[in-house]
């Protein structure tokens, strides 16, 4: 398993500054953020992009994902990471997310990324029961998957406290009704905590359909805001376990966008308390 640090607790600072300041830690790959300010794929420029792989060169970085599901550039005022969400009631606006994502799939196909990560479905309206919101979830996502499979990368969802897929149960019911080997989940071990499940458990059960994984500290009231690891409830040393039972060898992104200002205090102490069990689970 490899490890790999999000850009958005760096969303104060030019990307090209955030890659040098990830790597110069220790972390051997990096999370875009397809967003402002760094890489919001409508209207990025061919030099933006020849400017971000030429970071990543000179600093030895891969890319473990391009993070989609954040949409700063939009700033929906109900919240600027869900909205606009899939199942928006109005759909002009729903169109805004599903183009928004098609342009991401595009952007890592050109950037050599393997995988995006984008929101669960969002919140469930008021005026929507769950069946009638995942009936649209799945109508609305389907030809996204079917651009993701012309484009050769996964589409991942990441399960959300708050949204409408939010424990691995519900993940695998949208696995079934969109059965496409281009359809994967991303695994945000924090998230599955607050929800109440195990993470462990939860990796467990999602074995067949993690592709990347999200790593932060949760407190034990299970309050969904991201910490750094070892302030929070969370036993990594049997995540970890768990991840290399199941066989799986890929990126783990530290994810901690509330610390933007200190990300690089953050992502060091994330390194140093994340990368000795990751070794130690190596042995």
């Known amino acids: 398993m490899k490890l790999a640090f999000s850009t958005n607790a760096y969303m104060r600072m030019p990307l090209e500054q955030a890659i040098e300041r990830i790597a110069s830690i220790g972390y051997e790959g990096v999370e875009l953020m397809a967003d402002v300010p760094h890489l919001w794929p409508a209207g990025l420029l061919e030099s933006q992009k020849l400017a971000c792989r030429q970071a990543l060169h000179r600093y030895g970085l891969e890319i473990a994902?391009?993070?989609?599901?954040?949409?700063?550039?939009?700033?929906?005022?109900?919240?600027?990471?869900?909205?606009?969400?899939?199942?928006?009631?109005?759909a002009p606006y729903r169109r805004i997310r599903i183009e928004h994502t098609k342009r991401a799939l595009t952007l890592a196909r050109e950037l050599?990324?393997?995988?995006?990560?984008?929101?669960?479905?969002?919140?469930?309206?008021?005026?929507?029961?769950?069946?009638?919101?995942?009936?649209?979830?799945?109508?609305?996502?389907?030809?996204?998957?079917?651009?993701?499979?012309?484009?050769g990368v996964l589409l991942l969802v990441e399960p959300e406290p708050g949204l409408l897929i939010e424990h691995s149960d519900q993940f695998l019911d949208l696995a079934e009704r969109i059965p496409s080997p281009a359809l994967g989940v991303n695994l945000d071990i924090g998230h599955m905590f607050c929800v109440g499940e195990d993470?462990?458990?939860?990796?467990?059960?999602?074995?067949?359909?993690?592709?990347?994984?999200?790593?932060?500290?949760?407190?034990?009231?299970?309050?969904?805001?991201?910490?750094?690891?070892?302030?929070?409830?969370?036993?990594?040393?049997?995540?970890?376990?768990?991840?290399?039972?199941?066989?799986?060898?890929?990126?783990?992104?530290?994810e901690l966008y509330p610390y933007v200002d200190d990300p690089d205090a953050a992502a060091k102490e994330a390194f140093s308390v994340i990368k000795p069990l990751l070794d130690e689970i190596a042995r």
Request: glycine share 6%.
């Open 65 to 90: 994902n391009i993070n989609a599901f954040m949409m700063n550039a939009v700033a929906d005022p109900r919240q600027p990471y869900w909205y606009p969400s899939w199942i928006e009631p109005y």
């Open 199 to 254: 993470p462990a458990e939860a990796i467990r059960k999602l074995a067949g359909h993690i592709r990347h994984v999200h790593l932060e500290d949760i407190a034990a009231s299970r309050e969904h805001r991201h910490l750094i690891p070892g302030h929070g409830a969370i036993d990594f040393r049997s995540c970890l376990a768990a991840l290399r039972e199941i066989g799986y060898n890929g990126w783990i992104t530290i």
């Open 112 to 151: 050599g990324a393997a995988n995006i990560t984008t929101e669960p479905g969002g919140p469930v309206p008021p005026q929507m029961t769950f069946e009638v919101a995942m009936r649209t979830f799945v109508e609305v996502l389907k030809p996204v998957v079917e651009h993701a499979e012309r484009e």
